[in-house]
C-alpha cells in the first residue's frame, strides 16, 4: 500500500520536468478539476459508508476522539484539491502568458467594512454553530479515573502526536521523538531560505514551483497526515497493525525476528561471533550513515542534482539535501525492517545509542 | 431632529448613531458612507488589524481559506471557554477527575467542556490549513520570511497548548497520553536518562543524569506522571503557554502588515 502511494505520489505531484511530462501524459492533472474533485469525494465517502457497516470499522472510526481526524480527512483532501485546482487553472493561464486569476488591477480596491468584515462574521457565526451543534451532538469522552498502575493497551500519545509514535516502530525514542521533531521544526523554519524560487508569490500554482511544492506535498500528505492515519485506525493492541475491517485482537501475534547490522554481518555473512569491541562491531553501521550523509550529497551535486546545487550554492544545498536525507531515511528504515527485518543499522544499546 | 431634510421620520439606529453616547464610543457614527466606513476600520482597535482598503482579490474566500482568521477566534472561543471550566476545576489528584465528573453531572445543559474539547481539536487542524494555505500562495517568500517563522512558533506553541490541556481531565486517557509523550523525554540525547551521551555525563562513578534529574523529571516534577505534573501543566496551559503564545501572535499580526499585508500577485 505504501510502495503504491510512493510510487504514484510523485507522478501525481511531480517534482521536477521528466514526472512533469508523465504527469501530463497520463493526464494526471484531471484530478485537479470539478470532476475529479467530486470523484474523489465519492470514493471517500462511499469508503466511510459502505465501512460503517463494519462493526470494527464503525468501533474505531466513530469514537468520539477519532471523529476529527475523520474530518482532518476530508478537509486535507477537499483543501489539497482546492489548491491544486487553483494552481492548475493559473499554471494554463500563465502558459497562453495571461495573467493569473488572482491578478487585480493595483488600483481596484475593496473596503474593508463591509467586504472583508462580513466574510469574516459569517465564517466566526459559522464555526460557532458548528463548535455547539458539535458539542451538544457529541459529550466530551471521559475514561475511567487516572490509574498509574493499569496502562491500557495501546496507549496512545494524542493523535497529532501519532506520527511521531508511529516513528518509534522504526526508530529509537531518541531519534523519533527528540531528533525528527526538532528536525522537523528547524526544517519548516528553514523553507523560506531554502527556496529560493521568486516565482508563485500571492497566487496559486505549481509548474512554476514544482520541486518546492512536491517536495512540501510530501512531508505534509505522506510523511505527517498519513501517518497520523496509521496510527490512529490502524494500530491496536501492543501497536500491531491492523487493517481497517479487522477485530483488535489483544492476542494477535506478530513475530519478533528483527536482527541487527552487525549481527548480519558478523554472524550470518562471516559466520564468526559478535566482536567484543564496540566500535569494531558497528563499524559497518557508522560507515553507513557516514556515507549516507558525507558522501551522498556530494556525488547527488556532481550528478543528478548539478543543476539546483548550482541554483543553491554550498550552504542552502547542504542544509536542504540534509533536511531532505532525515526525510527519506524514514521510508527507507521502513522498507528496510520490511525486507530485511532489519532491526538497527548502528546498536550500541550501552550507551543508548541506536540508529 | 426626529427628522431628516426631507421630513422623513428617521429610524431608530438611526438616531442612535446620532446620540452623545454612540458617538462618545464609536467616533464616526453608523457608517452610512465611504467615509464612514473607512472611519470605522480605522478608529476600532479590533477591526484596525486590517487595512481600509483591501485588493479585491484577497478577500476571495476561495484565495484565504479564512483559516488563520478562525484560528485566531477559535484560540478566543477557548479562551473564554477555559476561564468557565477554571471555576469548577481543582488541578489536584484528588479533585480533578471528580470536578469534571460533577461538571458534567451537576450543570445543567452544560456544553462548555465540550465546546473546549472539540475547538481544540479544530484548531490544530485549522493551524495546519492555515499553514498549507501560506504554503501553497508562496506567502512565505520574501519580505515575509520571518513572519513564516513565528507562524512555525505558533504551531509548536498550539500542538503545546493542546498537550498540557490533555493531562487535565486526569482520566486513564489523560495520564497515559501523557506518559507516552512524555516518555520521548527520556530519550533526549545528553539530557534523558535513557538518552544516548547521558552516561558520558559523569563524574567517576558519578551519573549526573539520572532518573531524578533529566529533563523528563523536570517537566514532570517527578518520575512519573503525578500530582507535580498536574500542576505543572496546568500552570502551562491556562497561564504559560497562554501568555507566549499572545505575545507571538501579536508579533505575526504587526508582521503581516509591516510586511505588506496578504500576498498579491505583482
Known sequence: MLTFILLTFFFIFPPNDWFYKWNKKFKLDLIWTNKGGILILLGLLTFFLFGLTDENFKLIVLKPDNVPIVGLIFLVAFFTWLSMKQATENDKRIDNNEKVNEYHDP????????????????????????????????????????????SPNPSKAPWYFLGL????????????????????????????????????????????????????????????????????????????FF??????????????????????????????????????????????????????????????????YKKLGNLRYSVFIILILFA???????YLRWMFNLKYIVAIPEYFFNI | ??????????????????????????????????????FSVLNSVFLHLHPVRMPRHAVRLKYTWCAGGLSFYIFCVLTITGILLMFYYRPTVEYAY??????????????????????????????????????????????????????????????LLSFTGYLLPWDQLAIWAITVGTNMARATPFLGHEGPGAALLSIGDINLVHAGSDVRFALLGG?????????RFYVLHCIGFPFIIIIFMAIHFWRIRKDGGITTPV
Request: proline letters at 6%; hydrophobic letters at 50%; glycine letters at 6%.
Open chain 2, 1 to 38: 431632529m426626529a427628522k431628516d431634510q426631507k421630513g422623513k421620520k428617521r429610524g431608530f439606529i438611526s438616531r442612535l448613531g446620532d446620540s452623545q453616547v454612540w458617538k462618545s464610543i464609536i467616533r464616526t457614527g453608523v457608517p452610512r458612507n465611504r467615509r464612514g466606513r473607512m
Open chain 1, 165 to 240: 509514535q508511529e516513528m518509534l516502530v522504526y526508530f529509537d525514542p531518541w531519534i523519533a521523538g527528540v531528533l525528527f521533531p526538532t528536525i522537523m521544526i528547524i526544517g519548516l523554519m528553514a523553507i523560506p531560505y531554502l527556496d529560493i524560487n521568486k516565482e508563485g508569490v500571492g497566487y496559486y500554482s505549481f509548474k512554476q514551483r514544482k520541486m518546492a511544492v512536491s517536495l512540501f506535498m510530501f512531508g505534509w500528505l505522506v510523511l505527517w497526515i498519513l501517518l497520523i492515519i496509521v496510527g490512529t485506525f490502524l494500530r491496536g493492541p501492543n501497536w500491531n
Open chain 1, 328 to 334: 527519506i531515511s524514514l521510508p527507507i528504515k521502513m
Open chain 1, 243 to 308: 487493517g481497517p475491517f479487522e477485530y483488535w485482537d489483544i492476542h494477535k501475534l506478530a513475530p519478533l525476528t528483527n536482527i541487527n547490522l552487525s549481527e548480519y554481518i558478523y554472524i550470518i555473512w562471516f559466520r564468526s561471533g559478535l566482536p567484543d569491541n564496540i566500535l569494531i562491531r558497528e563499524m559497518w553501521g557508522f560507515l553507513l550513515i557516514l556515507g549516507y550523509f558525507m558522501v551522498l550529497p556530494p556525488l547527488l551535486a556532481k550528478s543528478m542534482l548539478n543543476k539546483l
Open chain 1, 107 to 150: 488600483d481596484d480596491k475593496v473596503l474593508t467594512w463591509p467586504d472583508l468584515v462580513y466574510i469574516e462574521l459569517i465564517a466566526l457565526v459559522l464555526c460557532t454553530v458548528l463548535l455547539v451543534v458539535w458539542s451538544i451532538a457529541l459529550p466530551a469522552p471521559l475514561e475511567q479515573p487516572a490509574n498509574p498502575t493499569l
Open chain 2, 223 to 231: 518520575r512519573f506522571v503525578g500530582e507535580a505534573a498536574l500542576l
Open chain 2, 98 to 159: 471528580t470536578d469534571i465528573m460533577d461538571l458534567s453531572e451537576q450543570v445543567p445543559l452544560g456544553i462548555m467542556r465540550e465546546i473546549h474539547r472539540w475547538a481544540a481539536h479544530l484548531m490544530v487542524i485549522t493551524v495546519w490549513i492555515h499553514m498549507f494555505r501560506v504554503f501553497m500562495t508562496g506567502s512565505y517568500k520574501p519580505p515575509r520570511e520571518f513572519n513564516w517563522m513565528v507562524g512555525v512558533i505558533l504551531l509548536v506553541l498550539t500542538l
